[in-house]
Protein backbone atom coordinates (compact mmCIF):
# COMPACT_ATOMS: atom_id res chain seq x y z
CA UNK A 1 0.00 0.00 0.00
CA UNK A 2 1.47 3.07 -1.23
CA UNK A 3 1.28 6.30 1.22
CA UNK A 4 2.58 9.60 0.63
CA UNK A 5 2.66 11.67 4.00
CA UNK A 6 2.79 15.50 3.60
CA UNK A 7 3.59 18.40 6.36
CA UNK A 8 4.86 21.94 6.10
CA UNK A 9 1.48 23.68 5.17
CA UNK A 10 0.34 26.73 7.50
CA UNK A 11 -0.32 30.67 7.73
CA UNK A 12 2.18 33.06 6.45
CA UNK A 13 1.89 36.76 5.41
CA UNK A 14 2.50 37.66 1.61
CA UNK A 15 6.34 37.71 1.21
CA UNK A 16 6.69 34.59 3.15
CA UNK A 17 8.29 31.20 3.01
CA UNK A 18 6.97 27.49 3.71
CA UNK A 19 8.83 24.27 2.97
CA UNK A 20 6.38 21.37 2.05
CA UNK A 21 7.65 18.12 2.26
CA UNK A 22 6.49 14.73 1.15
CA UNK A 23 7.68 10.89 2.42
CA UNK A 24 6.37 8.48 0.40
CA UNK A 25 6.48 4.26 1.27
CA UNK A 26 5.15 1.53 0.05
CA UNK A 27 6.50 0.93 -3.26
CA UNK A 28 8.24 -1.90 -4.43
CA UNK A 29 9.64 0.26 -7.70
CA UNK A 30 10.85 3.46 -8.00
CA UNK A 31 9.16 6.39 -8.10
CA UNK A 32 9.67 8.17 -11.56
CA UNK A 33 7.75 11.32 -11.05
CA UNK A 34 7.58 13.25 -7.80
CA UNK A 35 5.85 16.74 -7.33
CA UNK A 36 3.40 18.96 -6.17
CA UNK A 37 0.07 20.25 -7.43
CA UNK A 38 -2.25 22.63 -5.92
CA UNK A 39 -6.41 23.58 -5.67
CA UNK A 40 -7.98 26.70 -4.78
CA UNK A 41 -11.63 26.68 -3.58
CA UNK A 42 -13.74 26.65 -7.05
CA UNK A 43 -10.66 26.32 -9.22
CA UNK A 44 -8.96 23.24 -10.89
CA UNK A 45 -6.41 21.14 -9.55
CA UNK A 46 -3.10 22.50 -11.19
CA UNK A 47 0.23 21.19 -11.39
CA UNK A 48 2.84 23.27 -9.42
CA UNK A 49 6.15 21.71 -9.94
CA UNK A 50 7.62 18.13 -10.75
CA UNK A 51 11.16 16.76 -10.22
CA UNK A 52 11.59 13.22 -12.30
CA UNK A 53 14.02 10.55 -10.71
CA UNK A 54 16.75 12.00 -13.39
CA UNK A 55 16.97 15.16 -12.32
CA UNK A 56 14.12 17.04 -14.53
CA UNK A 57 12.14 19.71 -13.19
CA UNK A 58 9.41 21.28 -14.20
CA UNK A 59 7.79 24.68 -13.13
CA UNK A 60 4.10 26.22 -13.45
CA UNK A 61 4.88 29.85 -14.80
CA UNK A 62 3.11 31.66 -11.91
CA UNK A 63 6.09 30.14 -9.07
CA UNK A 64 8.97 29.76 -11.45
CA UNK A 65 11.62 32.17 -9.86
CA UNK A 66 9.62 31.62 -6.08
CA UNK A 67 9.42 27.94 -5.59
CA UNK A 68 12.21 25.37 -5.88
CA UNK A 69 11.56 21.81 -6.14
CA UNK A 70 13.82 19.16 -4.76
CA UNK A 71 14.18 15.39 -3.45
CA UNK A 72 15.68 12.57 -1.97
CA UNK A 73 15.51 9.52 -4.06
CA UNK A 74 17.06 7.00 -1.94
CA UNK A 75 14.36 8.14 1.22
CA UNK A 76 11.34 8.77 -1.12
CA UNK A 77 10.86 12.19 -0.23
CA UNK A 78 9.99 15.85 -1.83
CA UNK A 79 10.38 18.74 -1.02
CA UNK A 80 8.87 22.26 -2.15
CA UNK A 81 10.47 25.26 -1.04
CA UNK A 82 8.20 28.25 -1.54
CA UNK A 83 9.64 32.23 -1.22
CA UNK A 84 8.04 35.59 -1.89
CA UNK A 85 4.81 33.72 -1.24
CA UNK A 86 1.55 35.42 -2.45
CA UNK A 87 -2.44 35.88 -1.79
CA UNK A 88 -3.05 33.69 -4.84
CA UNK A 89 -0.85 31.33 -3.56
CA UNK A 90 -3.21 30.23 -0.84
CA UNK A 91 -4.33 26.66 -1.50
CA UNK A 92 -4.72 23.00 -0.68
CA UNK A 93 -1.29 21.68 -1.92
CA UNK A 94 -1.09 17.76 -2.70
CA UNK A 95 2.32 15.45 -3.37
CA UNK A 96 1.97 13.72 -5.99
CA UNK A 97 4.17 10.34 -7.08
CA UNK A 98 3.92 8.27 -10.04
CA UNK A 99 5.44 5.08 -11.23
CA UNK A 100 5.55 4.58 -15.12
CA UNK A 101 5.93 0.68 -15.40
CA UNK A 102 3.02 0.38 -13.19
CA UNK A 103 0.88 3.20 -15.01
CA UNK A 104 0.22 4.14 -11.42
CA UNK A 105 -0.06 7.48 -9.63
CA UNK A 106 -0.42 8.07 -5.75
CA UNK A 107 -1.75 11.50 -4.07
CA UNK A 108 -1.26 12.73 -0.62
CA UNK A 109 -3.60 13.74 1.21
CA UNK A 110 -3.45 17.81 0.84
CA UNK A 111 -1.91 20.60 3.40
CA UNK A 112 -3.45 24.14 3.10
CA UNK A 113 -1.19 27.17 2.40
CA UNK A 114 -2.42 29.95 3.04
CA UNK A 115 -0.89 33.30 1.94
CA UNK A 116 -2.47 36.79 4.00
CA UNK A 117 -1.74 40.07 2.52
Known amino acids: QVQLVESGGGLVQAGGSLRLSCAASGSSFRFDNMGWYRQAPGKQRELVAIKTSSGLTNYADSVKGRFTISRDNAKNTVFLQMNSLKPEDTAVYYC???????????WGQGTQVTVSS
Open 96 to 106: NAAIWRTGSDY
